[in-house]
């Protein structure tokens, strides 16, 4: 197999450029892009800059601000927070369950938060406190990257399409066909190469 910035060693959680520490090149735009470009790509390509770290997952510190930037708005419940995260940044951040209610639960812990899981959330005067103290760190959070034109959100759109087939071709595909699988995605990467040389 050739090797170079874009071979592929395999499939599932070590696909491709995290098994050998490499990132493919992708424009700034790309990096605000919305996570989820396939499992394969951990959860997408954030900036390591903003409240992204690498291949786009929000750090705990990010979501723990985000949820009380929220919270100072309004009492939310957790799905309500979720959501809320993905439409303040125009679905480029999707929390994930995983990291809001551990999160919420160690903010009720230390008193910045009441609430229980299931019903709302709303934060009590040490969270207020903190949040007033804390406004430039809260707002920061939410500078998530620049805007995308519409035409690369169509391509990054069809780019986590694509590496959802290729990853079901690559999971439940037959011998056969997973080498079938890999020459189409060799000529397309050869001729996508040919489109920016024109």
């Known amino acids: 197999m050739k090797n170079d910035n874009y071979s592929q060693t395999g499939f599932?959680?070590?696909?491709?450029?995290?098994?050998?520490?490499?990132?493919?090149?992708f424009p700034p735009a790309f990096a605000a892009a919305r996570p989820g470009f396939g499992g394969g790509f951990g959860h997408g390509f954030g900036p390591r800059g903003g409240p992204f770290g690498p291949r786009g997952r929000a750090r705990r510190g990010d979501v723990r601000l985000a949820i009380l930037s929220l919270l100072a708005e309004a009492p939310n419940n957790g799905y309500g927070l979720i959501k809320?995260?993905?439409?303040?940044?125009?679905?480029t951040w999707r929390a994930s369950p995983g990291s809001v209610y551990p999160t919420l639960s160690q903010l009720v812990d230390e008193k910045l938060v009441s609430g229980t899981e299931g019903g709302d959330y709303t934060l009590s005067d040490d969270g207020r406190a903190y949040v007033a103290e804390h406004a430039?760190?809260?707002?920061?959070?939410?500078?998530?990257?620049?805007?995308?034109?519409?035409?690369q959100a169509a391509l990054i759109e069809a780019t986590r399409k694509l590496v959802g087939a290729i990853r079901q071709v690559g999971t439940d595909g037959s011998t056969g066909k997973q080498a079938a699988a890999t020459e189409k995605v060799d000529a397309l990467r050869k001729e996508l190469y040919r489109l920016l040389g024109e």
């Open 136 to 151: 430039e760190e809260l707002a920061a959070v939410w500078q998530v990257g620049p805007k995308v034109s519409g035409e």
């Open 84 to 91: 809320a995260i993905a439409e303040k940044t125009d679905d």
């Open 12 to 25: 599932g959680p070590g696909f491709g450029h995290r098994r050998r520490g490499l990132r493919p090149p």
